[in-house]
């Protein structure tokens, strides 16, 4: 069983709008959250990086909550752009050995 | 180099030929991760190598992918008489044996195409 899970898997938004990824991990013990963005036909791109004491973390339009107790984080779009169309992807770290567990990301697109 | 190279950057190749992906992890970074993505797909976990080691190899498809890493440096992942199937995207990413600020650096990919 995958140890991070995201969704919705796929949505489409229109520009201007706002909307919120789910990330829910099992990854225990937790050291870090980290969300990436991957442009099609490109590596993913880390946006933002949270640490078990961190709940909120923005990177302009971009901001990612997190909370350790039900391992759960969230990413908030706002104001969507087309330029965020792309995949979001969470990763998380394990404490103790940095084992890196990756979900399968988030397809957002963004249409006018 | 100062980031994740992989090559060759696009492949085509013939159904049942073999292929080998090649994947320049960041110089020091012992955690090295493969993994592929089809098209309109997320990311499907291949194998996890920590120096030339390889903990994790669960998410192999098949006994046809195999991958070795040597030097605790350069990867190589092997498919052996590829299939449809198998094409997609294959995506190397490292990570340096850090703690609170462990992040992974992903290359550009190889995109894998069997026809």
């Known amino acids: 069983k995958n140890q991070v899970e995201q969704s919705p898997q796929s949505l489409i938004i229109l520009e201007g709008k706002n909307c919120t990824l789910q990330?829910?991990?099992?990854?225990?013990?937790?050291?870090?959250l980290r969300w990436y963005k991957q442009d099609t036909g490109r590596g993913p791109v880390s946006l933002t990086i949270?640490?078990?004491?961190?709940n909120t973390k923005s990177n302009g339009r971009y901001t990612a909550t997190l909370d350790a107790d039900t391992k759960q984080s969230s990413l908030h779009i706002t104001a969507s752009q087309l330029s965020d169309s792309a995949s979001y992807i969470c990763?998380?770290?394990?404490?103790?050995?940095?084992?890196?567990?990756f979900g399968k990301g988030n397809q957002v697109v963004v249409i006018p | 180099g100062a980031g994740v190279s992989q090559s060759p950057s696009n492949k085509v190749t013939e159904k049942g030929k073999d292929v080998e992906l090649r994947c320049d992890p960041i110089?020091?970074?012992?955690?090295l991760y493969w993994y592929r993505q089809s098209l309109g797909q997320g990311l499907e976990f291949l194998i996890y190598?920590?120096?030339?080691?390889?903990?994790?190899k669960s998410g192999l498809p098949s006994d046809r992918f195999s991958a070795e890493r040597t030097g605790g440096s350069v990867s190589t992942l092997t498919i052996q008489r590829t299939q449809q199937e198998d094409s997609a995207v294959y995506l190397c990413?490292?990570?340096?044996?850090?703690?609170?600020?462990?992040?992974?650096?992903f290359g550009q990919g190889t995109r894998l195409t069997v026809v």
């Open positions: 990413a490292s990570s340096s044996q850090g703690w609170e600020n462990t992040e992974a650096f």
């Open positions: 990330c829910n991990y099992t990854v225990s013990p937790f050291s870090n």
């Open positions: 949270m640490t078990f004491s961190e």
């Open positions: 990763v998380v770290t394990g404490y103790g050995n940095n084992r890196l567990a």
């Open positions: 110089s020091g970074h012992t955690a």
């Open positions: 190598f920590q120096g030339n080691s390889a903990p994790d």
